[in-house]
């Protein structure tokens, strides 16, 4: 069976204080209510880790995830941190690849590669994002670029390595934008991404490797994305800003 994950991407928002709440919040809310095995992972800013780490308690279904790592173990690189510096501390996610990491900062398919490299030699687990822009998937191969961007940044990995991933299907055009990918366009790629592991790693790793959904999945729709037998979860953005929103797309995940 593989693992059923709702990780909430905080990006750059949340004074301290709001941090401190928001997490004790999550916290709180998810051992009243929850049941079954979804995990949680939630990914604050950098400046917060070590602090919210305190907490969640050890040995819960709430894991703590960065939002990005440096592919370098340690130099002169001004404002970066290390995938050894996030495990030193107790972060156990990192999520590498998103679309504004890509967009905005210009990293590439080779660059995530030993991003992801990094990650895994200081045991922490790469939510590795991959997704395509409206342009792409009105006019383009949509699926084939995706499965380039898998290709080019995780299929150097072994089979053994590969154990690690977590994948992050998010269509670029539903982020932000009120737009969300339908049950059946998040299934259709979803399907698509796993035959893909398929081809690479066999049937065996395929089925045990999480896919999630990240395009603007909320405390409404959740369910009946979740509910799709590839969707294994969802990666969040603006509905894990407030609690009790995301505490909801938590429990669609059961």
Known sequence: MRKRIVAGNWKMNKTYEEAVALVSEVVNMVKDEVTGNTEVVLCPPFVY?????????????ISLGAQNCHEKASGAYTGEVAASMLQSIGVEYVILGHSERREYFG??????????DAALANGLKPIFCCGES???????????????????????????QFANIVIAYEPIWAIGTGLTASSQQAQDMHLALRQHLASQYGEEVAQNTSILYGGSANAQNAAELFSQPDVDGGLIGGASLKSRDFTTVVKANN
């Open 134 to 160: 409206l342009d792409m998937r009105e006019n383009g191969d949509y699926i084939g670029f995706v499965k380039a961007q898998i290709t080019e940044s995780l299929f150097h990995l072994s089979a053994e």
């Open 49 to 61: 880790l070590t602090t919210l780490k305190q907490y969640i308690p050890a040995g819960g279904r």
């Open 107 to 116: 990293e590439t398919n080779a660059q995530l590669a030993a991003k992801v």
